[in-house]
């Protein structure tokens, strides 16, 4: 069912939720008529296979009393001489209805459609000359590296054959994956061994409030031994010297930089913050957890342009303004490096998008943020809040949503 975004940089979380069984026969009452259905929930994989389908009603004064039945969507799914018949793909509602009295079945038709996914979907190569795989996969979980069409955004960065990536040159590219019809980008980026690096002792920790932790910075090919460190929010953690104090719960990132524009970020978790977890019986969801590290790229050339962390998230789903349900989504992210020749006080436009694929594989909604210029510390919160993800009769189809990482050019 998923449908996997070729504009899809970095692959987050998966939480594969089941499609809402949209409700239960209703309890019988003395004096009172209900519906009861043979089946609450069917699967079609044959469209040539009806699946049998009955109804009782319970209570009727008349005899052999016949229920009307409804589809909540006729091109999924119909009632016909006791069965329901396949009409397309995706999943709706079958009802059947008598003097006020209901009974729901979900019907759910599975696209034969392979997904497509990658084992990795960010790589660093630490030379020119190494390589590393990237698994293609498919809905079956079959390796299918050797069928896919694998392509890159600049050869003289890396090239990939048979899902083996190979560093060519410094820089940074995009590895695309192509299978039936589907695509997924991996992103690559090849180091140069002599350029100025930075790297923490560590890049999650969770601190009490009032207490402190000292980080230590490696520096590598350096002439300058300055470090500057910043905080993403200092309500929640204060840095000065390494020295890293919690002043207040939440999460913020501490980002070091050096006077030659190396930087590395660690995810300080203040007051015993945990990661939310999140359940639904209506989507499918990809959510960037906090910690993430997420690349934006040119989709022209291919090249990295910055690098964010994440640093918050939540999302809910709730009645709305008589409208069965609404998404609501926040992502925060923290820019950690800009790459550009102006080192660490430089700049960069950051956009997000965000993508809602129905039952069927198609895009119904989708949202982009176009946001003015970030730098390294700097720290921006995505609001999403005009995603309707139910339908008219107060049941709920299975949605996916992925998360996009775009960059203007």
Same mark, same amino acid.
């Given at each position: ?6 504009? =899809?940089?970095? /692959? ?6 089941? *499609? ?16 009861? =259905?043979?089946? &609450?929930? !069917?699967? !079609? ?7 049998? /389908? ?11 009393? *016949? ?19 396949? +009409? ?35 790589? +660093? ?11 293609? /996969? ?8 050797? #069928?896919?069409?694998?392509? $890159? ?49 560590? &890049?999650?920790? @969770? !601190? ?7 980080? #230590?910075?490696? =520096? ?9 460190? &910043? ?8 840095? @000065? ?18 006077? @030659?524009?190396? $930087?590395?970020?660690?995810?300080? &978790? ?8 999140? +359940? ?23 090249? $990295? ?8 998230? #939540? ?15 926040? =992502? ?14 430089? +700049?960069?436009? !950051?956009?997000?998008?965000? @993508? ?54």
């Amino acid at each position: 069912m998923k449908k996997i975004s070729i504009l =899809l940089v970095a /692959l987050s979380l998966l939480l594969t939720l089941c *499609l809402n069984s949209c409700g239960t026969p209703p309890d019988n009452k003395d004096g009172e008529e209900s519906v009861i =259905l043979s089946r &609450r929930s !069917i699967t !079609i994989s044959d469209f040539n296979t009806p699946e049998p /389908l009955t109804a009782t009603v319970v209570g009727a004064k008349e005899e052999n009393p *016949l229920p009307t039945w409804k589809t909540s969507d006729d091109k999924v799914a119909i009632y016909e001489n006791g069965h329901v018949v396949a +009409t397309g793909y995706g999943a709706c509602v079958i009802r059947a209805e008598y003097n006020g009295a209901t009974a729901a079945c979900t019907v759910v038709v599975p696209s034969p459609n392979p997904e497509l996914s990658l084992s990795v979907t960010s790589v +660093t190569l630490a030379d020119i000359g190494e390589t590393t795989i990237a698994t293609a /996969l498919d809905s079956s979980g079959f390796n299918v590296s050797s #069928s896919v069409i694998w392509s $890159t955004s600049n050869e003289k960065v890396a090239v990939c054959q048979n899902g083996i990536i190979t560093a060519r040159g410094y820089g940074s590219c995009i590895i695309t994956a192509f299978y039936k019809g589907l695509g997924v980008d991996c992103a690559v980026e090849v180091t140069d061994p002599d350029a100025p690096a930075l790297s923490l002792s560590v &890049r999650d920790i @969770e !601190i009490p409030v009032g207490t402190t932790y000292h980080l #230590s910075a490696t =520096l590598k090919n350096h002439t300058s031994q300055n470090i500057e460190w &910043r905080s993403s929010d200092e309500s929640i953690a204060v840095c @000065e010297n390494g020295t890293v104090t919690a002043v207040g719960g939440g999460v913020c990132a501490i980002i070091a930089i050096s006077d @030659e524009g190396a $930087t590395d970020a660690c995810i300080i &978790r203040a007051g015993g913050y945990i990661d939310p977890s999140y +359940t639904s019986d209506m989507l499918r969801l990809q959510m960037p957890k906090i910690g993430k590290v997420m690349r934006f790229v040119n989709r022209i050339n291919g090249q $990295t342009v910055s690098k964010v962390i994440v640093t918050g998230c #939540s999302l809910s789903a709730e009645p709305y303004n008589g409208d069965p349900y609404l998404l609501f989504i926040k =992502l925060k992210f923290t820019c950690v490096k800009i790459y550009d020749a102006a080192g660490p006080n430089a +700049t960069s436009m !950051i956009s997000f998008g965000v @993508e809602m694929y129905d039952d069927v594989n198609e895009m119904c909604q989708g949202q982009t943020f176009i946001n003015g210029e970030m730098a390294v510390g700097d720290t921006m919160e995505f609001v999403f809040d005009d995603f309707g993800i139910g339908l008219s009769d107060g049941t709920c189809r299975e949605f996916e949503v992925i998360f996009e990482e775009i960059t203007e050019s």
